[in-house]
């Protein structure tokens, strides 16, 4: 912050960071130190080396990527109990994270997101359930891994409920806790998550261009009859070509995991704020649409500064 600061000038800088931060999303260097290092060792299968640089990454604003990265290389070593334990821990950290308040720490972004506890995406703390439901059933313990898929639906339904968005109701994971669900004794729960996932990929498919998987009316037609409705699951059947081997002999699903996500690196912003500008009947709101708007545009000499905003933001980067 400048030297010399007065109240109004106190004001308006958190004004401006309450309307600012609404663009921004939270970033954390250390992790993206390690990114290259951590994804080339993976690349080689080498999860020691992954696991030792992991170590390396902040325990502080980073200590929810350090435990999701932990949890993911484990889990990918066969290590399920030890994966499942992290993943454990990240869910106790993200819960409290996200329930913090963001008024504490709008303050730093002046200087840096990187000293911002990274408080993680959505997509990132369904992705922990995936990965626990996968390791209980290495683990031989379907009910570990019904537990999750509760845990994972009812987490998924909740972001649905509070942001209105139809992609936060993810259909591949509704796809597989239905799975669980119709191999573990589950029925009705199998047949909820099922339709959950049909609807939700028809309507990704229609804004997204996400393909419907085929294979997924014969599951429907499975879970239909095992709650023994027979009309939908002959429906189902006619919709697509599904195996008298389905219903004799079972299915074998694989899971394919390829690429990388994207990764964050930071970028800072410096705006700055002219004396001319500063009175006490200023809308804050106004002046913040006018500080975005000049982003990008070279500095007014002849202009006298109040000060110099800087804000660092992150940029998604996909390899």
């Known amino acids: 912050m400048p030297k010399g600061k007065n109240k109004r000038g106190d004001s308006l800088t958190g004004g401006l960071l309450a309307v600012v931060a609404l663009l921004l999303l939270s970033g954390c260097s250390s992790h ?5 290092f951590i994804k080339a060792a993976l690349v080689e299968q080498d999860y020691d080396a992954a ?8 325990k502080g604003s980073s200590r929810l990527l350090y435990l999701y990265e932990k949890g993911l290389i484990l889990h990918y070593q066969d290590q399920n109990e030890a994966s499942n334990e992290a993943f454990e821990e990240a869910e106790i950290v993200y819960d409290e994270l996200y329930t913090k308040s963001v008024s504490r720490e709008i303050g730093a972004l002046i200087t840096s997101d990187n000293i911002i506890k990274y408080t993680g995406e959505h997509y990132e703390i369904a992705l922990t359930h995936y990965y626990k439901i996968l390791n209980y059933l290495y683990l031989h313990d379907p009910q570990g891994a019904l537990v999750e898929c509760r ?3 009812i987490l998924l339904q909740t972001f649905a409920d509070s942001e209105g968005a139809s992609n936060a109701n993810d259909p591949f994971l509704q796809y597989l806790t239905g799975l669980v669900y119709l191999a573990y004794g589950e029925p009705t729960d199998a047949d909820v998550s099922l ?5 939700t990929y028809a309507t990704l498919g229609t804004r997204f261009g996400v393909e419907f998987p085929e294979h997924l009316y014969c599951d429907l037609a499975r879970g239909s009859a095992a709650v023994h409705d027979y009309a939908a699951a002959a429906s189902y059947r006619d919709s697509t070509t599904c195996s008298e081997g389905d219903r004799k002999y079972g299915t074998l699903n694989l899971f394919l995991e390829c690429g990388y996500i994207p ?8 705006i700055p704020l002219y004396k001319d500008e500063m009175d006490d009947d200023l809308n804050q709101g106004k002046y913040a649409k006018t500080l975005y708007n000049r982003y990008g545009q070279p500095r007014q000499h002849k202009r006298k500064l109040e000060y110099l905003l800087r804000v660092a933001l992150p940029n998604m980067v996909v390899d």
């Open 51 to 58: 696991l030792e640089r992991v170590e390396k990454i902040s």
């Open 32 to 36: 993206i130190a390690h990114s290259p």
């Open 263 to 270: 990764y964050r690196i930071e970028e800072n912003v410096v």
């Open 195 to 199: 339709r959950v996932a049909r609807d």
């Open 151 to 153: 845990k994972l639906n």
